[in-house]
């Protein structure tokens, strides 16, 4: 898999926020590779969508499930599916560049599962320097 590097660096010390337990589904290989992974936090377990199983979900019990809207050989109609088939209870939140509506999206996720506690966050333009 040869695929680029994100430039966006995130503070591990940031995601254990008031003991939350988080799930984020992404491209964890690229992520590891580009050394975006350079300790788990606590609280906090990453997986690739193959390993987003009920017996995974069931195992860890987040109380968060985080991912990006579009990845590598998934997207987060799939996520949803996954934590609906098991009638996951927490929140599941997608993470998004500057989207022209974003509220189509939420719409249709909140259409394909209804019954999961979803919100679609969507970070800002930045501009060139």
């Known amino acids: ?9 995130s503070d591990p010390d940031l995601a254990q926020v008031n ?4 799930l984020v589904v992404g491209d964890v ?23 987003l199983d009920p017996i995974k979900i069931l195992q860890y019990d987040p109380d968060l499930v985080l991912s990006p809207l579009v990845s590598d ?5 799939d996520v949803a599916e996954k934590l ?5 209870r927490g929140m599941y939140r997608v993470v998004a560049n500057d989207l022209p509506d974003a509220e189509i999206i939420r719409r249709d996720i909140r259409a394909a599962a209804p019954n999961l506690d979803f919100d679609l966050l969507v970070l800002p333009r930045i501009a060139a320097p």
């Open 29 to 51: 290989t690229r992520w590891q590779a580009c050394g975006q992974l350079r300790g788990v936090p606590a609280g906090c377990v990453y997986v690739d969508i193959a390993q």
């Open 19 to 22: 003991n939350v337990r988080m």
């Open 84 to 88: 609906g088939a098991v009638q996951f």
């Open 73 to 77: 050989g998934f997207d987060a109609f």
């Open 1 to 9: 898999m040869n695929a680029t590097c994100d430039t966006v660096k």
